[in-house]
């Protein structure tokens, strides 16, 4: 019993000690891992999930969704930058930013909490703050803990998880993403005179240190409020699905 | 020495097989307790000592990593050990399914109980941002998934057996199946 203490404490030592080593060791395993388990996430769909559409009409439909989605926010984006660039000719683009591509080597997933893990660290120039997407510039989280060799990444519908968004719906409404219990954010203290419909796309507001504006975090899906009342509320839908991806991209500030 | 480190070799992989392969899976199968099983499983069927020390060491394996499904795991899993170890030694040390299945159940639900201090601490500050029913769900997928594996754990005892009596993980002269001195 005492040999087992000692090896548990010498464990918890090492492990806390060499995290960031350890973790870039063990990913070497894990990743097959969590590839395997996100194929059969991917190819189970139909199975485990109560999908009242088939799997292969579900996930067309969830692509043609988020296919919409980005196209909607490409074209705002691009609308927004041609009138700035009109009206800032000469304008000199300073977004010094680059991607990193990353594996995920570890998950968790829960109510309450939602987080991963990934192969890259300060080494590659993470830090905590930056944002993670996936290919199409869907944002999944942002980096909460970082070592030399990984990062923790903390889903955007992670309880602890904020992130300043903006509407697409003419005036640009502005708030903090907050994630609640489930897979859902919700965004509060809208005004009454801001007018939030569902299906609204949201984007990032480029208001958060590390974070560039446009990057797309979800959908409105249910507007809450009572008219008589000061603000009105909003519940957000995510679009990125971290269970059915093991790679993503963080984005990194680079120095001028 | 070689005991404890075949151990902790075995914890490890079972760990990332949890956090890298089952948390990965669609649906309720991401929530599958499998570290907590084997750890309720060594301890109340195999005699094993070290089960408790497999659940609360995973606790502290995600907080380590940073990984937590919950706040403060090391503290809810620390919980799920002692229960885990108190009712397999003085509560259900009948060796049977019904022993098996009971000991996991309450272990699960200490778990949860510690789970639910922490959520009622936070839904004091921000009650709107927890979800009882979301919780209650993932308590009950959680018990039903643990039922299973120790279910299949059950099945498969005398392989188990036959490896811990190879005695890398425990005392090759010891009886994993001898009663509790």
Same mark, same amino acid.
């Given at each position: 019993m005492t040999t087992t203490l000692i090896a548990i404490a010498a464990l918890v030592a090492v492990v806390f000690l060499f995290r960031g080593s350890l973790t870039r060791a063990l990913a070497v395993v894990e990743r097959p891992l969590v590839s395997a388990g996100t194929w059969i996430s991917v190819h189970a769909i139909g199975i485990f999930d109560s999908a009242a559409v088939s799997p292969e009409r579900l996930l067309a439909l969830e692509a043609q969704r988020a296919s919409a989605v980005v196209n909607g926010a490409e074209l705002e984006r691009l609308r927004a930058e041609n009138e700035e660039l009109r009206a800032q000719i000469?304008?000199?683009?300073?977004?010094?930013s680059r991607a990193v591509t990353a594996s995920i080597v570890s998950r968790s997933v829960g109510p309450e909490a939602s987080t991963f893990v990934v192969d890259r660290g300060k080494n590659d120039g993470i830090e905590i703050g930056d944002p993670a997407v996936t290919g199409d510039g869907i944002m999944v989280g942002k980096v909460s803990a970082v070592t030399a060799y990984s990062a923790t990444v903390c889903v955007i519908?992670?309880?602890n998880s904020a992130t300043a968004v903006a509407l697409?719906? %003419?005036?640009r409404t502005i708030g903090i993403a907050q994630g609640i219990s489930g897979a859902l954010l919700s965004l509060k203290y809208? +005004?009454?005179d801001e007018h939030v419909s569902v299906n609204d796309i949201v984007i990032t507001s %480029?208001?958060?240190?590390n974070v560039p504006s446009g990057l797309i975090v979800g959908i409105v899906n249910t507007v809450t409020g009572? +008219?008589?009342?000061l603000f009105q509320e909003a519940v957000l839908e995510p679009?990125?699905?971290?269970?059915?991806?093991h790679t993503v991209s963080l984005i990194v500030a680079e120095a001028l | 020495m070689m005991r404890p480190t075949a151990a902790i070799a075995l914890f490890l992989a079972f760990s990332i097989l949890q956090t890298g392969f089952f948390a990965s899976?669609?649906?309720?199968?991401?929530?599958?307790p499998l570290v907590v099983a084997i750890g309720i499983y060594l301890m109340q069927?195999?005699?094993?000592?070290?089960g408790p020390f497999w659940i609360a060491g995973f606790g502290m394996f995600l907080d380590l990593l940073a990984i937590?499904?919950?706040?403060?795991e090391t503290a809810s899993y620390a919980a799920a050990g002692i229960v885990a170890y108190l009712s397999a030694r003085h509560?259900?040390?009948?060796?049977?399914w019904y022993g098996l299945i009971a000991c996991g159940m309450l272990s699960m639900l200490s778990l949860g109980a510690v789970r639910a201090l922490v959520i009622l601490g936070i839904s004091l500050r921000?009650?709107?941002?927890?979800?009882w029913i979301t919780f209650g769900d993932t308590l009950i997928w959680n018990l039903i998934l643990i039922t299973l594996l120790l279910s299949v754990l059950f099945a498969l005892a005398r392989q188990i057996r036959a490896f811990l009596r190879l005695g890398y993980v425990v005392s090759r002269g010891r009886d994993p199946l001898k009663p509790y001195e």
């Open positions: 000469g304008f000199i683009n300073r977004s010094h519908s992670d309880r697409l719906n %003419g005036t809208i +005004p009454q %480029g208001l958060e240190e009572d +008219p008589t009342a679009i990125g699905d971290v269970r059915r991806i | 899976l669609t649906g309720i199968l991401a929530y599958t069927h195999a005699g094993e000592r070290t937590p499904s919950f706040p403060f509560l259900f040390s009948n060796r049977s921000h009650p709107e941002r927890v979800s």
